[in-house]
């Protein structure tokens, strides 16, 4: 999902290839006429996941959050064997 910085309204596909403000190409009603093109926009968005998937601190807490999981399940299986 992709917002206008002016106005918060929605960014959406215009043509082919470029992102443009909805409420400035629908009714004017920004003043927001810049636009972004698509493979841009992929590849920031692509980079900013890089980024932050990949920070140590955000791996170390997925790692121990499915640690976490996977020890209840087996919890869980065990206490059901018996």
């Known amino acids: ?6 106005c ?11 992102f443009v403000c909805s409420a400035h190409v629908t009714n004017g009603s920004c003043s927001n006429g810049r636009t972004i093109p698509r493979e841009e926009l992929e590849r920031r968005v692509l980079a900013g996941l890089k980024d932050r998937m990949m920070a140590p601190d955000v791996v170390a807490e997925a790692m121990r959050a499915y640690a976490e999981e996977t020890n209840r399940l087996n919890r869980e299986r065990r206490s059901l064997a018996v």
């Open 1 to 6: 999902m992709i917002f206008c910085g002016c």
């Open 8 to 18: 918060r309204g929605p960014y959406s596909l215009r043509g082919a290839d470029r």
